[in-house]
């Protein structure tokens, strides 16, 4: 509830309080009944334990007029959770299941990864084996009536799509599709089925001997999708290993401690917890991980959270593994969902972790405060931060030993061994236009549109790469941009051209090939990956 309906309420219930007491002065009453008058309901209120309960009971039993007491009690809701730490959350009924669904191993659905474009749903591929495949949808489609309703225009969202392509196991939702190169509307009745949600983007080998892993969160399957990539990369020839850690906003506490497991010899810290109702518990290695003796490094950056900042934590204190990249987010509190009455739920942080060497890399907040708190990472990089080492401030009080006496520091996420800058040298105002507007993706989205027949031919990405070399991509994608209102400036599109094109090829590799056609292309000059190999080729 914010401040103008707080102070609304305040109003009506003086105006009340003021109205009953000027009646009872006018009927003659006694003072003794002043308990039975809303005078003295408020002051029994006030005493009360469960003050919240009676307000509402006397706002829904007393007030003038009718009130929708559900919303007043979403908004108290919300505002109660929000006077605390900037991660504790209240989750409507309405948002739990796509909140779940993000770290939960499945979700019912018609199998399909879109995006929306020009306010129409794009199909932008089909998962194998999934509902759209055996009904027949083909990426490029375009998903235009969702139930005999027309769902195009610009209130269609992400979670407007989701809420109407999502629902329960077994039952159907009819689509109205229009197909590039097909006049008439095609209709599909998809009987929804269980989708499976991965959270290892991609794992290859990115040089000799070294496999890299993305992990995007640490959901309900991640562990079990980790050991898979593990042993199909020593299958390969792996011997080293990165794990990529970017942007991984975190997840489940007890993923990350057996994602660690792998790496540490036996009773080695992993990490511990600790709150006001929950007494300490360590996690320990138990020897059995499958890659102990083989070399690691770490990739975190400023979207890197939670247990990914364990992860990379528990890497560091015990001197296990490097850790390159920028300083993580900051997220040193662990939450755990209580589900309310009504299909809401709370995320409540119940307890603080700490790294082996003793350090809380919980950034600083104020309860309540939670807009400064998000200011933090715009804060950083106006400071510099992501671009100069020099410029991260480190909390010389908080000062803390690894196993093998290097200090780490904590109060402020993980600090990288070996900091990456972001790399802006070919960052130009015209790369800049591009990329805001999305031009770059949605070019590579008609491209792929209009080559589809020809793209498909190719099922490695050193293929599709090698041949999207040899195409005249850049001429094409200044002319799509030029017909859209980004003026060519020939000067600064040859210092990104670099830029431009390693994105323009891994966006048409992805939507052919999924992420196996998309990060191996991105990551071919990525700075921090680059740093990662040069170091494990020097163990």
């Known amino acids: 509830m914010n401040k103008k309906n707080i102070q609304l309420v305040s109003i009506v219930l003086l105006a009340l309080i003021g109205g009953l007491l000027l009646g009872n002065m006018i009927a003659s009453r006694q003072i003794n009944r002043e308990q039975n008058s809303l005078g003295g309901l408020l002051n029994n209120l006030l005493n009360s334990n469960n003050k919240v309960d009676e307000l ?120 109205g599709i229009q197909r590039p190169g097909t006049k008439e509307l095609l209709t599909f009745t998809i009987t929804r089925d269980q989708i499976p949600v991965t959270s290892v983007d991609i794992s290859y080998l990115v040089a000799p001997e070294t496999g890299l892993i993305k992990v995007n969160k640490f959901g309900d399957t991640t562990y079990k999708e980790f050991l898979t990539a593990i042993a199909e990369l020593k299958s390969k020839g792996a011997k080293k290993f990165i794990i990529d850690l970017r942007e991984n906003s975190g997840g489940y506490l007890e993923r990350a401690i057996a994602m660690i497991n792998e790496f540490l010899p036996a009773k080695q810290l992993i990490v511990y917890t600790e709150g006001k109702s929950y007494p300490r518990f360590d996690a320990l290695s138990d020897g059995t991980g499958s890659c102990i003796n083989n070399p690691v490094v770490v990739l975190i950056d400023e979207f890197s959270a939670s247990a990914s900042e364990i992860f990379a934590g528990a890497m560091q204190d015990n001197d296990r593994g490097l850790v390159i990249g920028r300083r993580s987010f900051g997220k040193g509190l662990v939450q755990q969902q209580f589900d309310l009455r009504d299909g809401s739920a709370v995320r409540l942080t119940v307890a603080r972790y700490y790294t082996p060497s003793g350090r809380s890399i919980q950034k600083p907040y104020e309860n309540g405060k939670s807009d400064e708190y998000n200011m933090d990472l715009l804060n950083r990089y106006i400071h510099g931060e992501l671009d100069s080492p020099d410029s991260i401030q480190k909390n010389d009080t908080l000062v803390y030993k690894t196993l093998a006496g290097r200090t780490v520091y904590g109060g402020g996420g993980i600090m990288p061994d070996i900091f990456i800058p972001r790399d802006t040298t070919e960052y130009t105002e015209y790369f800049a236009q591009v990329i805001n507007y999305a031009h770059i993706y949605q070019f590579a989205f008609a491209y792929t549109d209009e080559h589809r027949v020809k793209l498909t031919q190719f099922k490695k990405w050193k293929e599709m790469d090698n041949y999207l070399d040899s195409q005249n991509l850049l001429t094409e994608f200044v002319n799509y941009a030029e017909k859209r209102g980004v003026k060519p400036n020939q000067q600064q599109i040859q210092l990104s051209r670099n830029l431009m094109l390693t994105r323009l090829k891994a966006y048409i590799s992805r939507n052919i090939l999924g992420d196996e056609g998309f990060y191996p292309i991105l990551f071919k000059e990525d700075p921090t990956v680059l740093k990662a190999i040069s170091e494990l080729q020097k163990k």
């Open 56 to 175: 509402l009971h006397l706002i829904d039993k007393n007030y003038v007029d009718s009130v929708e007491m559900k919303d007043i009690t979403e908004e108290m809701a919300m505002e109660l959770i929000s006077k605390l730490d900037p991660h504790s959350v209240y989750i409507p009924a309405k948002d739990l299941e796509i909140v779940n669904n993000e770290l939960e191993g499945s979700f019912s659905g018609i199998g399909v990864q879109f995006n929306i474009q020009n306010d129409t749903i794009m199909v932008i591929s089909v998962i194998s084996g999934g509902p759209s495949e055996k009904a027949g949808l083909l990426a490029g489609d375009r998903i235009v009536m969702v139930d005999d309703s027309v769902f195009t225009g610009k209130t269609i969202t992400n979670e407007k799509v989701m809420r109407n392509l999502r629902g329960k196991d077994k039952t159907k939702v009819k689509l």
